[in-house]
Nanobody, 127 residues
Framework: QVQLVESGGGLVQAGGSLRLSCAAS????????MGWFRQAPGKEREFVAA???????????EFLETVKGRFTISVDNAKNTVYLQMNSLKPEDTAVYYC?????????????????WGQGTRVTVSA
């Protein structure tokens, strides 16, 4: 049974940082692409970032253009946890952030292609 549990959200001032965690059970990272999505009030869920292991020891990641250079993804295989490090946060980053897992070896930015979802963690960035 797959379970994704996010944590690490909270209230932060603009310019601050947060690290979101996604603890995954029932997911083997070598077989899944792991994505982060967010949904602001009144808006559709949007892709933020996703990563996957390549054939070597490289974790390939893609990012939404507006978070590039500010957000990074990392993976701790021993803890079966994926992290989203968010720096230089802006008020427009305010949303509920979701972790998702997609079976397969490539990244897709369409949330409908992801098989499993966490419950979400709220991030609020004050001006």
């Amino acid at each position: 049974q797959v379970q994704l549990v996010e944590s690490g959200g909270g209230l932060v001032q603009a310019g601050g940082s947060l690290r979101l965690s996604c603890a995954a059970s029932g997911v083997t990272f070598s077989r899944y692409a792991m994505g982060w999505f967010r949904q602001a009030p009144g808006k559709e869920r949007e892709f933020v970032a996703a990563g996957r292991w390549t054939g070597g020891n490289t974790y390939y990641a893609e990012f939404l253009e507006t978070v590039k250079g500010r957000f990074t993804i990392s993976v701790d295989n021993a803890k079966n946890t994926v992290y989203l490090q968010m720096n230089s946060l802006k008020p427009e980053d305010t949303a509920v952030y979701y972790c998702a897992a997609r079976l397969g070896s490539y990244i897709n930015r369409d949330p409908s292609t992801y098989n499993y979802w966490g419950q979400g963690t709220r991030v609020t960035v004050s001006a």
